[in-house]
């Protein structure tokens, strides 16, 4: 089984996104919550096999659902023995 880690490059697009994609000035966002964002990111990659997390749609600018991917090199992904 494979587990993705959300590294440095990672928290910088979860910031970016947030930033550019959420209702709340990214100066709301201390580093817990930013790393509340990148593990919901790391359980999706886990269950999906995709990183991504939901900015949901009364949080959004856009007033929509916006789904962020976390690109692979924002990912330390490691092959661990498992059911």
Known sequence: M???HVN??????VSAALSK???????HFNFAMLHAWAAE???SFENDG???F????RDSV???TELVTISADG???EEIEGD
Do not use: F, P, R
């Open 75 to 77: 990912l330390d992904i």
């Open 2 to 4: 494979k587990v993705a």
């Open 21 to 27: 994609l959420h209702k709340l000035d990214i100066s």
């Open 41 to 43: 990111a790391e359980q």
């Open 50 to 52: 995709v990183a991504s």
């Open 62 to 64: 856009s007033g929509h």
């Open 8 to 13: 440095a490059v990672g928290m910088e697009q």
């Open 54 to 57: 939901e900015i949901k749609s």
